[in-house]
C-alpha cells in the first residue's frame, strides 16, 4: 500500500515539475524527490496524530482538500523543504506546494472512493503510513463509518 501512495505521488509531482520553468532544469530532479518525500512525510506525520475528523474529511467523496488542515499543513512542510533543500525561492516554492499537495490529496481521495479500485481505503492508508500502529486509530475511525 505505502509504495502505491508514493508512486501516486512521485507521478503526481513529476508531472508538476518536470516541465516547471521556474524551476531550474538541473534542480528538477531532487525537487521532484524532495516534494515526494515532504508530502510522503507530511502524510505520515498528519495521519499518526489521531486527527480523525480532519482525516475523514480529507478523504470524503466530494470534499475540498484545499480547506483541508491536513493539506494546509503538507503545503507548508513542502513549501520549506524546498527553499531549504533546493534553494528555490519563496514564490516558486509556494507556487509548487500549492498545487502539488491538492492534487495528490485529490488523487489519493479518487482512489479511495473508487470501488473498483482494491486496496485503497482509509483504513489501509492510515496503516501503511504509520507503520503498522494505528490499531487505536483504525477502531476509531471504525465507528465513525460503522
Not at 515526494?36 to 480532519?54: D, P, R
Request: hydrophobic share 40%; proline share 3%; aromatic share 2%.
Amino acid at each position: 500500500m505505502l509504495d502505491g501512495i508514493l508512486n501516486l505521488v512521485k507521478e503526481t509531482v513529476i508531472k508538476s515539475i518536470s516541465n516547471n520553468e521556474n524551476v531550474p532544469e538541473a534542480k528538477r530532479a531532487d525537487a521532484v524527490n524532495v516534494t515526494t518525500e515532504a508530502v510522503t512525510n507530511g502524510l505520515k506525520e498528519n495521519l499518526t496524530l489521531g486527527n480523525l475528523s480532519n482525516i475523514t474529511d480529507l478523504f470524503k467523496k466530494g470534499s475540498s482538500a484545499t480547506k483541508n488542515p491536513i493539506t494546509n499543513n503538507i503545503i507548508e512542510m513542502v513549501t520549506s523543504s524546498l527553499i531549504q533543500k533546493i534553494g528555490l525561492s519563496q514564490s516558486v516554492a509556494n507556487m509548487i506546494s500549492t498545487t502539488v499537495v491538492p492534487m495528490v490529496m485529490k488523487a489519493i481521495s479518487g482512489k479511495v472512493n473508487d470501488p473498483n479500485e482494491k486496496g485503497f481505503s482509509i483504513e489501509s492508508i492510515l496503516e501503511s503510513v504509520s507503520g503498522g500502529k494505528a490499531d487505536g486509530l483504525l477502531g476509531k475511525l471504525g465507528k465513525l463509518f460503522g
